[in-house]
């Protein structure tokens, strides 16, 4: 009912703007943000730019599209995103408070029935995550049974929905989408963590009709290719079935081969075999790319093979690109190179190279954090003072990424940053290559200005 009248309230703010939309082949999109993180909202489809507005004075927002196509777009509003689902003749008004943003997100208009749905099915899986994490140490058929309860009820909810509401044949296997995928993902993680949190020595024998959902997936769905929880299912399915594959045909005594490289190539080969999707395809092949390059951080022929493998599967040239980068940053922070020559900000706005911030008398260690990510923020601040306490003889500098620099300052006043040992990082792609930044909790060990290790650990490597 809250959702309700809130979506009632704005509507009556925007209802002179969105007339235009009726019965028409634009796209009427618009709403109030409450506390804004950014001046503006960023409109997506898959990964591409739509259109992007400011916020007036009074927090409002609104995209008047035309000739566009129907399905699923994302909006972004900085650090935030969330999934929107849009058709022609669309008058769609949203609500938000970015201190709960997803919590507090409500549509109303035309179009809101679906949207606010799809917000639905996402906080109810968010919320589920720790009650299905309890459920892996079940067995196979007990696992089935509580998890497909939960599917059950969603599918219930989604049939009054279109029992109530005119919904189009797209917008109904969008919302089955948001159902099916954050469920079977669940049965793709099945077997190794129950396996994990069971300590069972070998994977556990599951019946014939445990992945029985199977035969119903889309394994080539360009509309799904840019929706995570569809692609996040693809990732799962084939590490999956790749994992399975090299069980029963490569191992020994049913030990699993822990090769990294083998088990990646076993990957590549199984998505060039079944997927035909060019744009999934690539992005498929990239993240078994990446998964295996920012695990294995030691170059070798062996590894250049597989880099050549990659680049004669994929025809994204960017990919392709990103790939090179990663595995030169991985190169160049081998033990006893030189710490990259990368660029950042200090808090008088001046840049300064990570080599001139190295100290010649101590080891320094470079550690990240953003601003997105509040309670690691604040427990990485009290872990460093611990550090700092404990190894008095290291310089631990910060740096900071994928925030606006004076959200950054006013983040160094308010918690009475070192203004010396903070430094900015305003070109967040070419330090995440540079420094191989796969994890918050990663830190580049160096003495004067050479590596001494290139992949530590905050947490267990000090």
Not at 132 to 141: A, D, I, K, M
Request: glycine share 4%.
């Amino acid at each position: 009912m809250v959702r309700f009248l809130l979506g009632l309230s704005l509507l009556s703010t925007f209802v002179s703007c969105s007339d235009s939309s009726e019965n028409g082949s634009s796209i009427f999109f618009g709403g109030e943000i409450v506390n804004p993180t950014s001046d503006f909202v960023v409109l997506y489809h898959n990964d591409t730019y739509v259109d992007s507005v400011k916020l007036d004075n009074q927090n409002h927002f609104s995209f008047q599209l035309d000739n566009i196509e129907g399905g699923l777009y994302h909006f972004n509003h900085t650090p935030q995103y969330q999934y929107i689902y849009l058709e022609k003749g669309d008058s769609l008004l949203a609500r938000l408070n970015t201190v709960e943003f997803d919590e507090s997100l409500v549509y109303s208009g035309k179009g809101s029935e679906i949207n606010n749905f799809m917000t639905e099915m996402f906080l109810a899986y968010e919320k589920e995550e720790d009650l299905v994490r309890s459920y892996y140490p079940l067995r196979p058929e007990e696992f089935s049974k509580k998890t497909d309860s939960l599917r059950a009820i969603k599918v219930k909810l989604l049939k009054d929905l279109e029992a109530d509401n005119v919904l189009s044949i797209n917008s109904l296997g969008m919302a089955e989408a948001f159902i099916d995928y954050h469920s079977y993902i669940s049965k793709e993680k099945y077997p190794f963590y129950h396996k994990k949190k069971t300590g069972e020595e070998t994977i556990h024998e599951l019946g014939k009709d445990f992945y029985g959902y199977r035969k119903n997936i889309d394994l080539n769905n360009k509309d799904l290719t840019y929706f995570r929880p569809y692609f996040d299912y693809m990732k799962w399915h084939f590490g999956n079935i790749s994992y399975m594959t090299c069980l029963e045909n490569c191992s020994t005594d049913k030990k699993p081969i822990s090769d990294r490289l083998h088990f990646n190539n076993h990957k590549l080969t199984l998505v060039d075999s079944i997927v035909k999707q060019p744009e999934l395809r690539n992005i498929l092949f990239r993240n078994v790319a990446m998964d295996y390059l920012l695990v294995e951080h030691t170059p070798s022929e062996e590894a250049t093979v597989f880099i050549d493998k990659f680049k004669s599967l994929s025809t994204n040239e960017e990919h392709k690109e990103e790939i090179d980068l990663l595995y030169t940053g991985i190169k160049n922070l081998q033990p006893n190179n030189t710490v990259p020559n990368i660029a950042v900000k200090n808090f008088n706005n001046e840049a300064i190279s990570l080599k001139d911030l190295t100290n010649s008398k101590k080891n320094t260690v470079f550690y990240f954090w953003t601003a997105d990510q509040e309670n690691h923020f604040k427990n990485i601040n009290r872990h460093i003072t611990s550090l700092e306490e404990k190894y008095p003889h290291y310089n631990f500098v910060g740096i900071n990424l994928r925030t606006s620099y004076p959200k950054w300052q006013k983040l160094m006043k308010d918690y009475k940053l070192d203004t010396n040992r903070q430094f900015y990082g305003e070109d967040f792609k070419e330090l995440q290559m540079a420094m191989i930044i796969d994890g918050l909790n990663k830190c580049v060990i160096t003495k004067d200005s050479m590596v001494v290790d290139g992949f530590a650990n905050l947490y267990t490597s000090l």
